[in-house]
Structure formats: structure tokens, C-alpha cells
T-cell receptor, first 110, second 118 residues
Framework: KNQVEQSPQSLIILEGKNCTLQCNYTVSPFSNLRWYKQDTGRGPVSLTIMTFSENTKSNGRYTATLDADTKQSSLHITASQLSDSASYICVVSSYNDMRFGAGTRLTVKP | ETGVTQTPRHLVMGMTNKKSLKCEQHLGHNAMYWYKQSAKKPLELMFVYNFKEQTENNSVPSRFSPECPNSSHLFLHLHTLQPEDSALYLC?????????????????FGPGTRLTVT
């Protein structure tokens, strides 16, 4: 079983709507958690990085939350745009290891 | 652009061929990585180089051979691959930390090489 589980696997929403992606992890000890956006045919690009003491971080219309007690994170996308169509990958680091989620494939339709 | 370039972007090779993937970073980083990304699977870390020294090899088959001649360049030499090796191969770079744990630093990814083994 992967130590980083993301849900849903895929999601389709209409342009302008909000959505929330989930990431649950069992990685321990915890160092940091990152969300990446990966457009089709491109490499992942970092959206946010959070350490143990941070429970929310925003990057434009993207807001990530972290609950280190329950080992859960979410990525909320506000007022979605067509360009948000991509895979979103959650990555959890321990002090000498990184674990990747399989990603959520988001499709934003007009 | 992230400052990490990869060539070629697409590669089709037979199982008996030998080819190499190239990665170059222009960010002044000291750590470089090779990842394999297969459809609907998490990224798999293959190799880590920190200050040109290989610090991690995640049980990668010997048909994949990395080379890091300097902190800016990373190669992945391929020979006698199998069809299941078909995937997107991503290169990334990051800063190093005092504890030589580059995994704790933000990584910048290249666009990847789409490899098809026939």
C-alpha cells in the first residue's frame, strides 16, 4: 500500500466551479508536504510546500491545508479555469525519503 | 520554463538498442534526480546525485546506468530495455542541505523524455 493516497483519482468540473483534492499519508516522521501541478506532457511544477507548523498556504487560487494530527492534506482550487486541467500530485517527505501520490487528474470543462 | 532541460523529448527504441537521455539544469543546484513516471502510478525515484556523487539507487535494474559528470549535467544510459520500461522519464534538480538531504528541498522538474520500447 502506498504511503500517500490521493482522492479522487479523477475529477471533472465546470469552469468557474471550486473543487477540493485530498491527500492522506502515513509517512513518518514528517518533514514537509508539497503539492505539484503537472500539465500533460510537462514535468511537475510546485504549487505549495508546507512544514509541520503550517496548516494552510495559498498560491493564487490554490489553497493547501495540512492537518498533521490526522495526516491529511487538501488542495482547494477556487473559480477553476480551463488551464487548471492537469494532474495534481501530493508529495510527502520524511527526513531522508520522499513518497509520491499517484495524483488526481482534474479536467475543467467550459 | 523551470531551468531544467531534457533531450530528447521523445524516444522510440528497440530492445537491443543503446541510447542515452540527457538532462541539464541552469539553476546552480547541486542535487539532480532521475524519476520514472508510468501511467496512473506514482513517480518512482530512480537515482539521486548530490555534488556529483550518487547517494541513492532505488533498486533500479542495471540496464539503466546513470552518469553525472558535473553538477549541471545528468545522463541516463539505456541498454537492452524491456517494453515495460516504456514511460516518461523525468529529471529534476534541487539545492543541497547541510545534512546532505536534498529530498527536503524544492525540486524543479524538466519536461521529461517520453520513452517507448518496442
Amino acid at each position: 500500500k502506498n504511503q500517500v493516497e490521493q482522492s479522487p483519482q479523477s475529477l471533472i468540473i465546470l469552469e468557474g466551479k471550486n473543487c477540493t483534492l485530498q491527500c492522506n499519508y502515513t509517512v513518518s516522521p514528517f518533514s514537509n508536504l508539497r503539492w505539484y501541478k503537472q500539465d500533460t506532457g510537462r514535468g511537475p511544477v510546485s504549487l505549495t510546500i508546507m512544514t509541520f507548523s503550517e496548516n494552510t498556504k495559498s498560491n493564487g487560487r490554490y489553497t493547501a491545508t495540512l492537518d498533521a494530527d490526522t495526516k491529511q492534506s487538501s488542495l482547494h482550487i477556487t473559480a477553476s479555469q480551463l488551464s487548471d486541467s492537469a494532474s495534481y500530485i501530493c508529495v510527502v517527505s520524511s527526513y531522508n525519503d520522499m513518497r509520491f501520490g499517484a495524483g488526481t487528474r482534474l479536467t475543467v470543462k467550459p | 520554463e523551470t531551468g531544467v532541460t531534457q533531450t530528447p523529448r521523445h524516444l522510440v527504441m528497440g530492445m537491443t538498442n543503446k541510447k542515452s537521455l540527457k538532462c541539464e539544469q541552469h539553476l546552480g543546484h547541486n542535487a539532480m534526480y532521475w524519476y520514472k513516471q508510468s501511467a496512473k502510478k506514482p513517480l518512482e525515484l530512480m537515482f539521486v546525485y548530490n555534488f556529483k556523487e550518487q547517494t541513492e539507487n532505488n533498486s533500479v535494474p542495471s540496464r539503466f546506468s546513470p552518469e553525472c559528470p558535473n553538477s549541471s549535467h545528468l545522463f541516463l544510459h539505456l541498454h537492452t530495455l524491456q517494453p515495460e520500461d516504456s514511460a516518461l522519464y523525468l529529471c529534476a534538480s534541487s539545492q543541497d542541505g547541510a545534512g546532505h538531504q536534498p529530498e527536503n528541498y524544492e525540486q524543479y522538474f524538466g519536461p521529461g523524455t517520453r520513452l517507448t520500447v518496442t
